[in-house]
């Protein structure tokens, strides 16, 4: 590894930079698409503002982070004022009116880290699951598509890495790899970290946009159209970053000590966080600091089998990267 670590990029990367960027449009979602999820979203609003006139829909999640792929189901959150309410028994009822709206599939799945009801709506076609109250989720979503505003390169490396993660198998949560969230991080703060910088660390700007959820201070600088030739100094071509990106995972991070975070814009000490035991199931083996819920390791889901088949698999890409004649193709090789 440490042999590896100081590995110069193959010298015809930039030639792979078309392919790349054909893989990344083939992901993207249509216009015609975004319509019909507003569609759906109207009807929702149409309904819950019966029961609730007070309530407000906000769509969080890839649907609106803008790493969302074609054909993707949507994340909507439902907005309750009434502190005191029962998330259990309003997605019930929630799910008792949508299922008399002609709505599909209504499942009221209450027993879950995060309560919330799925549907899918006949006419559009659209999968959807509703949650409620939870907000932080739909502040991140917002903080993760201003991010994405600066440099175009942060929106096509993140749908190259996430399109990677989902062949590979490795972005599935519940078998101990990284959400989709987790992985849009790892790109944010690995495009902080070029020099020339990339992107900026907009938590440590002067606070133009501020709120306080949950007991947590969210605020940073949102005016992202006035950084629109931020990275214009760094030249580096998406082919070239993704092989950086898998070369930093496989031979440069440093697992045993450090913990990358977007809202510091470098990587902290495990020592600092305290994150340097297991304790209960926590194990911390690859640390990814939450923007905002900063005692939250987004890397916690990773355990001592799952570590090895990230690693194995960030190797993998990396090796690709390096040699193969056509890594557009292997790397999102099914595994
Ligand atoms: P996909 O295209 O795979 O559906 P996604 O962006 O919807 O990607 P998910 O990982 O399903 O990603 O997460 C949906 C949203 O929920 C994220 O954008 C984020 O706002 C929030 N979220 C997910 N996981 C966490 C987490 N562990 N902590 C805080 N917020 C999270
Ligand atoms: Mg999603």
Redesign the pocket.
């Known amino acids: 590894r440490n042999l590896k670590r100081q590995m110069a990029c193959r010298s015809d990367i930039d030639r792979f930079n078309g392919p790349f960027l054909g893989v990344f449009e083939s992901l993207i979602p249509s216009e015609e698409e975004k319509v019909k999820q507003k569609q759906l979203l109207t009807v929702l609003e149409k309904l819950v503002s019966k029961e609730w006139p007070d309530a407000r829909l906000y769509l969080?999640?890839?649907?609106a982070?803008s790493?969302?792929?074609s054909k993707?189901?949507i994340?909507v959150c439902l907005a309750i004022e009434n502190g005191n309410i029962d998330k259990r028994e309003v997605l019930l009822k929630l799910a008792d009116m949508l299922q008399l709206d002609n709505l599909q599939n209504v499942q009221a799945i209450i027993h879950a880290r995060v309560p919330i009801v799925k549907l899918m709506d006949p006419v559009t076609g659209i999968s959807c699951d509703i949650c409620v109250n939870?907000l932080?989720?739909?502040v991140?979503?917002k903080l993760?598509r201003d991010y994405a505003q600066i440099d175009v390169r942060l929106r096509q490396l993140a749908f190259i890495v996430?399109h990677w993660a989902?062949s590979r198998g490795v972005?599935v949560?519940y078998q101990g790899t990284l959400?989709?969230?987790?992985y849009?991080l790892m790109c944010i703060h690995f495009l902080q970290q070029r020099r020339p910088a990339i992107l900026p660390c907009l938590q440590r700007m002067r606070t133009t946009c501020f709120a306080t959820v949950d007991h947590v201070e969210c605020s940073y600088f949102d005016q992202v159209e006035k950084l629109w030739n931020f990275g214009e100094r760094n030249g580096e071509s998406v082919a070239r970053l993704v092989w950086a990106f898998f070369h930093y995972w496989a031979y440069c991070h440093d697992y045993a000590n450090d913990v990358i975070s977007v809202r510091m814009g470098g990587t902290l000490s495990k020592r600092a966080k305290d994150w340097t035991r297991r304790v209960g199931n926590d194990r911390h083996l690859i640390c990814i600091e939450?923007p905002f819920?900063v005692s939250?390791d987004?890397g916690r889901v990773v355990d001592k089998y799952s570590i090895r088949v990230l690693r194995e698999e960030f190797e993998r890409a990396a090796e690709i990267m390096q040699n193969d004649p056509y890594p557009f193709v292997t790397l999102f090789e099914l595994y």
């Open positions: 969080y999640g890839s649907c982070n790493f969302g792929f993707s189901d994340d939870n932080l989720a739909v991140n979503t993760l996430k989902k972005n949560t959400s989709s969230y987790a849009v939450d819920e939250h987004l």
